[in-house]
């Protein structure tokens, strides 16, 4: 055989498998789980179907300066699949395998609306849960999946206002369960559980409910137990069977959630972790100035000593003009690279976070949704592991000026909260809360000027007709564990806000 | 010339010192960041030029002790300079210094040839040199007013207006700083006549 046909071969053996080994993802068999439905700015579960190459592929999700990352088990040249949270929004891309996709993006865009609860419902058959709690343009969306299906991880639920579990056998939950209700209640979400579940795992760490209230929705009793700002909801299934009405006891425990116990939706949006188009107006800060230490004070005596000595003791000793120079040459050489020793400052972020809490008590379960501005040398884009135990969400986020960073939901949060003011009826502490907000500047309520942004912010979006809410600067800083790809990056902590929304006291419907 | 490596730092700790001030630097755009570290050799590329004394002998082994001086002073320059490593993030006073032993060598071999050639020409050489770091910038902003020509190909023979645009390196600087090292161990040793004159 000719060389050259040799090598036409080979070319033409890698031209031709190429695009065999591009086309790793099945793009008709991937979708949202969630279809026709999704909810832009946040995460739903998609489902990825691709032909793995090896036995461990690395999965990407990328949206604007955010990615996450997951490895998944697979079997090298079988199909595998796994789901995961993916952004709903145009410019994500997945890529696994060496192919990349860009999914295809539910038709029906779920805004938040306090008249049309988004909820996940989950039943051990979804065919039988239709009927009890059907979607009703207008009046509540619903996905449904099936019990065994139910994720463990909260980012799955990102885009959802609540969930709806029926289990009138007293199932055994699959694992991750409880922490996954956990960190979704602790985000604000509301989890109605129509029977109950053996919760037979053990989970370390996870703060308890709070004590249960006893509420009536339609004729039928539902226990509710603050848990963050969300709550679980607990109906008994026998209960709801004989109300002959379920889908408005469970729409009417939904709203209670959503409306904060009032009878009445409040005005504006709800309250949700799609990204506020409001802009926020923090900037960067300068870092502080690096200071020497002891090691730039010794070495600098040491090269001064050097360079008047060594030509003095040269004076007196043999042959000393020879050898002066390369001594003290070499010396010197050797302080230059001790130099080097010496630490050089970390790149800085800066950090404002509103921390959303069940109460002033700081034991109890709260979350956080963090606002990043990076500096110099801070990498443009943030990787998240999806396996890290933190279970952060980010978000590619701008400050008022345009530049870039991220948004951070945080599950499961402890803060130091100050003594709250109240905000009702468009006021806080009695006063306008534009005027307010201004006194927060100057220090009134305790905040400082950055808080005081955060407070201006945040009331601009939420003073509205039928929110009440205690608000306070918060201590809070950003755990390393929380974002280990910025574990070398100082994190600085410029200001965080304590929001407890207050509900009106429970009325027997 | 045996004090030179000392004048040469405590120079150099001495501009470090007054930039680091804030009255003092923040009016010349200078903080306690990366700027204070190009400040620095800034000053450095100036040592070459002024401060660096020869042996003013006509010989070949005078000239290998200036040599040997002006390796000293690069040494003490270059560790003043890192040890402004904890200053700011990013490696600007360890890459910097290919250039700067170049403008090192370079100058210092002017210089001894000056030397080399007699009392007076040390003087004519650190004009000369001056000349060289500061006219070509000079020109390029008059170029560029007057006649509205660039002279940016001149960067590179001013090792000041290299530093400044970020374009420091050995190259050419090094080759350049062979010449006038050459020149003066190529000169002939002075007729005996001449030296008692």
């Known amino acids: ?509 | 010339m045996t004090h030179s490596p000392l004048v040469v730092a405590v120079f150099l700790f001495a501009v470090a010192g007054i930039c680091s001030l804030a009255g003092i630097g923040e009016p010349m755009g200078v903080g306690n960041d990366r700027t204070l570290q190009l400040a620095t050799i800034h000053a450095e590329l100036a040592c070459c030029v002024l401060l660096f004394l020869p042996l003013c002998a006509r010989t070949r082994g005078a000239a290998l002790r200036n040599l040997l001086a002006v390796t000293a002073c690069f040494a003490a320059a270059s560790a003043c300079v890192l040890l402004l490593h904890f200053v700011a993030r990013g490696g600007l006073p360890w890459q910097s210094r290919g250039g700067a032993l170049g403008a090192w060598l370079f100058t210092g071999g002017v210089i001894s040839l000056g030397a080399r050639l007699g009392g007076a020409w040390v003087m004519r050489a650190r004009v000369a040199l001056l000349c060289m770091f500061a006219l070509p910038p000079l020109a390029h902003y008059l170029a560029l007013e007057y006649a509205s020509a660039s002279l940016l190909h001149l960067r590179p023979v001013s090792p000041s207006w290299a530093l400044a645009a970020g374009a420091l390196s050995w190259w050419p600087l090094l080759p350049m700083a062979l010449l006038p090292w050459a020149a003066v161990l190529a000169l002939p040793a002075p007729k005996q006549a001449e030296v008692a004159l």
């Open chain 1, 1 to 509: 055989m000719q060389p050259l046909s040799a090598l036409s071969l080979l070319l033409l053996a890698v031209v031709t498998a190429a695009p065999l080994h591009a086309q790793a993802i099945d793009k008709d068999r991937s979708r949202f789980l969630s279809e026709p439905h999704g909810r832009p700015g946040t995460c739903a579960p998609y489902r990825l179907v691709f032909k793995a190459t090896a036995e461990t592929e690395r999965v990407e999700v990328i949206h604007g300066n955010v990615k996450l990352v997951v490895q998944v088990a697979a079997k090298a040249g079988e199909t595998s699949e796994t789901i995961l949270p993916v952004y709903v929004a145009p410019d994500v891309v997945i890529r696994v395998a060496g192919d990349e996709h860009t999914p295809r993006l539910p038709l029906r865009r779920m805004e938040p609306d306090y008249e049309q609860p988004y909820v996940a419902v989950f039943a051990a058959d979804a065919m039988y849960a239709r009927p009890i709690l059907p979607s009703v343009p207008g009046q509540l969306a619903c996905d449904y999946y099936e019990n065994r299906e139910f994720f463990s991880d909260w980012r799955l639920f990102d885009g959802y206002d609540g969930l709806v579990l029926f289990s009138p056998e007293a199932q055994r939950p699959p694992a991750g369960t409880q922490r996954a209700i956990a960190e979704f209640c602790s985000l604000g979400g509301a989890a109605i559980i129509v029977g109950s579940f053996r919760m037979g795992e053990k989970v370390e760490g996870l703060p308890a409910p709070a004590e249960a209230e006893l509420l009536k929705f339609h004729g039928v009793s539902a226990q509710r137990m603050a848990y963050g700002p969300g709550a679980i909801y607990r109906i008994d299934f026998e209960e709801l069977r004989r109300s002959g009405n379920p889908y408005a006891v469970l729409r009417g425990a939904l709203l209670d959630h959503m409306w904060f116990g009032d009878t009445r939706a409040p005005a504006g949006k709800p309250q949700s972790r799609v990204p506020s188009p409001a802009a926020l107006n923090v900037v960067a800060g300068t870092p502080e100035a690096p200071q020497p230490g002891a090691l730039f004070f010794g070495l600098a005596g040491a090269l001064l000593a050097l360079c008047g000595v060594v030509p003095l003791v040269a004076r007196r000793v043999k042959f000393g003009a020879l050898w002066s120079m390369p001594a003290l040459a070499a010396g010197a050489a050797a302080i230059g690279a001790l130099a080097l020793l010496q630490p050089q400052p970390r790149p800085l972020l800066d950090c404002w976070a509103v921390v959303y809490a069940e109460s002033q008590d700081r034991q109890r379960p709260a979350s956080a949704r963090a606002f990043l501005l990076p500096g110099q040398d801070v990498d443009e884009t943030l990787a998240v592991d999806l396996a890290n135990a933190a279970r952060v969400l980010p978000r590619p986020w701008r400050n008022a000026q345009g530049r870039a960073g991220w948004q951070l939901d945080l599950p499961l949060q402890t803060g130091e909260p100050a003594a709250p003011a109240e905000l009702a009826f468009g006021e806080v502490n009695g006063t306008r809360f534009r005027d307010f907000a201004a006194m927060a500047y100057k220090g009134e309520g305790g905040f400082d000027a950055e808080s005081a942004r955060l407070l201006e912010w945040w009331l601009d979006e939420n003073a509205y007709r039928g929110r009440r809410s205690g608000l306070g600067a918060a201590g809070w800083r950003l755990e390393a564990e929380s974002a280990p790809a910025l574990e070398s990056v100082e994190k600085r902590t410029r200001g965080a806000l304590w929001v407890v929304n207050r509900r009106l006291v429970p009325d027997p419907r």
